[in-house]
């Protein structure tokens, strides 16, 4: 059976995220998340803060495993034995950007990696790691978009206050 | 592990259509195919010439059936035990037609159906079979679009020559 | 203060058409919902059907009125005395397809016309008419789709269940 | 020097389309415009009537020939002598749809027929015949959408008034 | 009535943005235009150079004031008793990045926060604030893009030539 | 007859952007490519290398000449009696980059200089230098997606190995 890999930057994880990841997780029997820092960016979170938090919030699911990705994917997926790919879908722009590079990863794989994308849940469609930590470096409530762990993770480091409407 | 359909019109079969197939096949470890016909529509074959087109041409491949669908694609599934629909996806515009048709098989479906998009092969994304059925009405050649039993089929229908760029 | 219309085919009218209707009225202080039918169509319910259905799911709000139109949506805009258009937006398809009308209704008429467009809500964004006729011309539940109304009247006309997921 | 080719259904023809007629008479020195109808619709006007019409508006342009179209465009192309296809763009939309139609073209002729896509001046973006044929088949004035000798003929045809925002 | 907030950055306002502008405060009776600076780039005016010249330019329109803006749209909306925000629409991108942006907006709203869109017009469809930057760079004319206060104020800072086609 | 000039910054040269630049050269029997380097990023290659390394992969086609660009790619055009600017174009999204580009273009343009798109072949529809320069710097093999002499020359600059799935 096909073995799962989602990758990632989770800068931080959403509940849209952790959608994908469980659903990716029923669908394949297993999941492998693995987050791979874009060098380029200076990100809210360090990369080794991001694989914590998503060990945290995804401790009671024994299908999924979280790993500190490096290099590009495609060859992290080849030298760890992944068959697939994992990508959530939300508006057309994500699929825009994202066809070229699942085929450029087909092309570049030496064992024809694949890509399957699953289509973001309606009530997630707007939640972005990008307007999270928007959010969040104004302090603004992070309730409903990112799991309570991530939420006190972020508070602590740039304040605000935890309820909704009254930060 | 989950149980994968791929519905379609396939009305013809291309070798977009066949790439899917054996792509998702190789994910799932078999699928079924189920040709579902609009009723509203008169197409170029019947939905039983689809179905013995379908599988003429996969008949090499043990791990996918084809079937005749009926009624609404998410019923069938459930009551066929199907956990996945698979679509291929070409332009953005494909996604922004599947999109809601997606989120709306989950939301009408007792068992919470998933859909999952493969993304086409760039040789084949400019391959459809609206496209095919206006070039086999003009008896053009098909030759590199669909599988040679499609292309036999349609001719002795509509006539044309094999030869592409003769015809 | 503008005087605001919101033009539709409303066969039949959905939840998502509600939230837009009720959150215009809200915005502009008062709001007319107008039903223009496709004459190349033949719709799922007549358009007199479609405007007592409107009139009785929006009974309890008195800033809304409803009306069948007729001709061209910029000429009964003209003669009714009204300064904007409301259209509700889901995916950029719609607005794809929104686009050139706005700048065509406010090319051909005398005032100017305007036309302002409301993005739906996330829980909404892949409900539209067509997809709902679908369901009901296969029976199956629209719960969650429809008032409550527009799933009675559908249902005495196609059949049905009432509960999803047990159609 | 390249044979330049414009196919279209031209029902009606638009100010839009002799914009893209001229700039691409002007690129390639000749231009051809073809007319080929879809056999599946009844347009508004007859094939013979959009040729005799684009005829009488480009009477002044000696770079310009019109012909009547038949079969598939690629055919045409080659028994002709065409090198290119030229195509006007609008919004994103029009080129989803002409970019499967461009390549499926190249695939299917023998010579490597070409398509080269110009962008629709801002001023026509909002400009089809298909929103044309709706104002003109509602008596509204078309001044500013198509030349003078396109809206006679439809007033002719459908009644109306001359003058925009008094009809 | 509801009360408006047009948000944005403004660097520099073109005639595209003073269209909208007039064109809400037509719409609602009121308008306030608030410059909101993007903190991680360094943009081509200072934000108090863009509020002086949005006060220049709307000077006769006592309908519209304008401010500087702090922290995030939504806050100082609800701080300043918006109802609603206003954003002009181009290109379908436009209004992929709007969406989840107008969404997110109301989900963080304590008063439920609407976002309105109006379409602007097609002879400023083209027109961005960052391309105008660019020609503002190599001191190209921006005659037609932006008032004149904007093209003389660009033209001290950065050089170039007053006259289109001939700088 | 038309002279035409296909910009770029070529950071590097695709095999994508020589198929562009080929079926260019083709239709109007000549072609100038010219590299304009963005002086806000600093790029893969100096923008010398890219001109030597286009001579070098073009050096067999007397058609095309390549020429370090300079200024606003319009002036560059004017002042080197350019009429017409060549751009290829993969998926919708870089249609809604280049179109108000293109107008914008024609706007500021003294002798209005026209924009013409080719589809990109669709085996290299998913190949962009910013792809390419992902995997130059990971020592991934380019091949079939560069021409060899640039493969070498980042290979040099990068490391990496020059087989296909071995690297």
Redesign the interface.
């Known amino acids: 059976?096909?073995r799962a890999l989602y990758p990632g930057s989770f800068d931080p994880v959403t509940n849209g995220h952790l959608d994908i990841i469980r659903?990716a997780a029923?669908?394949?029997?297993h999941l492998r998340v693995a987050v791979f820092a874009n060098p380029d960016k200076t990100g809210l979170l360090a990369p080794a803060e991001r694989v914590a938090l998503l060990r945290e919030v995804l401790a009671d699911d024994r299908r999924v495993t979280v790993d500190l990705g490096e290099?590009?994917v495609?060859?992290y997926a080849e030298r760890e034995g992944f068959?697939?790919l994992v990508r959530g879908?939300?508006?057309?722009?994500d699929?825009?950007f994202?066809?070229?590079?699942?085929?450029?990863n087909?092309?570049?794989?030496?064992?024809g990696i694949?890509?399957?994308?699953?289509?973001t849940?309606?009530?997630?469609?707007?939640?972005?790691s990008s307007?999270v930590r928007?959010?969040a470096r104004?302090g603004?409530?992070l309730a409903?978009?990112v799991p309570p762990a991530v939420e006190r993770a972020l508070r602590e480091k740039w304040g605000g206050t935890p309820r909704?409407?009254?930060d």
């Open positions: 059976m096909a659903r029923a669908l394949f029997g290099g590009l495609v060859r068959d697939v879908l939300r508006l057309p722009s699929y825009e994202e066809y070229p590079l699942a085929l450029m087909r092309h570049v794989s030496a064992t694949e890509t399957v994308f699953l289509p849940r309606a009530e997630w469609s707007f939640v972005s307007l928007d959010l104004h603004a409530s409903g978009l909704r409407g009254a």
